[in-house]
């Protein structure tokens, strides 16, 4: 099909839940993408943290084929060796003593959500869980309500009931809140993607975890987006010096595969008996088949390092451009492969994006004013080099049109 013919298909027979790039993508290797009349591009979006290990790579490739010739579904009628094998390595790599498996990040939410209230029912029937204001959590009714952001929630109010907010970063808040709130639960972002990669400050977590230790509160840290290597760390929490209670992670997961899970430790599995929750699909062997390669590799310490490493480099370089281009540029953050450059109004950061489109760059436009960008976790220093020229000439072109 040519592009034009794709697109009006896809506008007049799909439900119009977003606002698309008018771009089609037919192909990727690695960090590059081709679109239907043959264009290349560097994606640095990653499918929104999706592709860690970019596109069409070998053992996500060689895993898809392998095990969708021995059985695809079977249900969790039955033990599963796949699942078995990615539990066990993503319990022995983490805080976790149980693992339970979905398909995508909401849902992972929606499970945590109800581990936790389970969990308080128990302990005294707390049932409130302590959310933080510009968090994403998913979309569905649960995650959707402990989403902080107000714009997510227009046309589909009310929410459920036992969610509140405090300011992200603000841990005085959260103290002051469990003294006077029957708490069962705190779910926080290490980093707030979706609201345009604002990163707390060092201790933000541990002082978290300590008040809720204090308080006999469950901490939960939604890593859908930062977890598996994206900061440096193959989660984020391990730079804290802290552990969870309960970890969501989805998104590169399966390194395009649909793979969630929640990760516990024993002091809220062991209120979760058979028939507390469930699912069809989750844990399927074709998604943990493909998820246990995208793990075995992703922990990997040289690998790790590397993120790491890059990450500086990006930033150093990006905060260089910043200094020539003040007037649009207000700021460049991030940590590990995630990084946000804020611009001084949603206007110029949406022309930025569109010229780094049209020169071969694709990033994300995201909270209005921020360009997010989320490299492959073994990207190089070459293709960040071609990423920091597209952004320079676009932060030049757009300066001299203002």
């Known amino acids: 099909m040519k592009t034009d013919e794709i697109i009006s298909d896809v506008d007049t027979y799909i439900l119009g839940t977003y606002g698309r790039i008018p771009l089609t993508i037919r192909e990727g290797r690695g960090s590059w993408v081709w679109d239907n009349d043959g264009n290349k591009y560097l994606d640095f979006t990653t499918g929104i943290a999706v592709t860690n290990l970019g596109h069409s790579y070998s053992a996500l490739t060689e895993a898809i084929k392998n095990q969708s010739e021995k059985i695809i579904h079977t249900s969790n009628l039955f033990y599963l060796e796949p699942q078995a094998k990615l539990a066990k390595m993503l319990v022995e790599n983490s805080f976790a003593d149980k693992v339970f498996f979905c398909n995508t990040g909401t849902e992972a939410v929606e499970g945590a959500i109800k581990f936790a209230r389970k969990w308080g029912s128990e302990n005294g029937g707390k049932y409130k869980i302590l959310s933080t204001m510009g968090s994403f959590h998913g979309r569905t009714f649960g995650a959707l309500s402990a989403t902080g952001s107000s714009k997510y929630h227009e046309g589909f109010k009310p929410m459920l009931e036992g969610f509140d907010f405090v300011p992200y970063g603000d841990a005085e808040s959260v103290a002051d809140y469990v003294k006077t709130a029957d708490l069962c639960a705190i779910i926080v972002e290490p980093i707030q993607g979706e609201n345009g990669v604002i990163v707390p400050e060092s201790g933000y977590l541990k002082e978290l975890r300590s008040i809720c230790n204090e308080n006999d509160v469950l901490l939960i840290l939604d890593e859908i987006q930062v977890g598996m290597g994206r900061t440096g760390t193959l989660f984020a929490y391990e730079q804290e010096g802290i552990e969870p209670d309960i970890m969501t992670l989805a998104k590169g997961l399966g390194g395009g595969v649909p793979?969630?899970?929640?990760?516990?430790?024993n002091k809220v599995a062991e209120k979760i008996k058979p028939g507390s929750h469930g699912t069809t699909f989750g844990g399927n062997p074709l998604a943990v088949s493909c998820a246990f390669e995208i793990l075995n590799t992703i922990k990997n310490k040289e690998l790790l390092s590397s993120v790491t490493e890059l990450g500086h480099y990006f930033k150093e370089k990006l905060n260089q451009i910043q200094s020539e281009y003040t007037d649009l540029v207000s700021g460049?953050?991030?940590?590990?492969?995630i990084v946000g450059i804020e611009f001084s109004s949603a206007e110029k950061?949406?022309?930025?994006?569109?010229?780094?489109?049209?020169?071969?760059?694709?990033?994300?436009?995201?909270?209005?004013?921020?360009?997010?960008?989320?490299?492959?976790?073994?990207?190089?220093?070459e293709e960040i080099d071609f990423a920091l020229e597209i952004i320079n000439k676009s932060l030049k072109e757009v300066h001299s049109d203002a």
């Open 332 to 337: 460049v953050r991030g940590k590990g492969l």
């Open 259 to 265: 793979c969630g899970a929640v990760l516990l430790n």
């Open 349 to 381: 950061a949406k022309k930025t994006i569109d010229k780094t489109i049209s020169e071969g760059l694709l990033t994300i436009h995201t909270a209005g004013n921020v360009m997010r960008i989320l490299p492959p976790l073994n990207t190089n220093r």
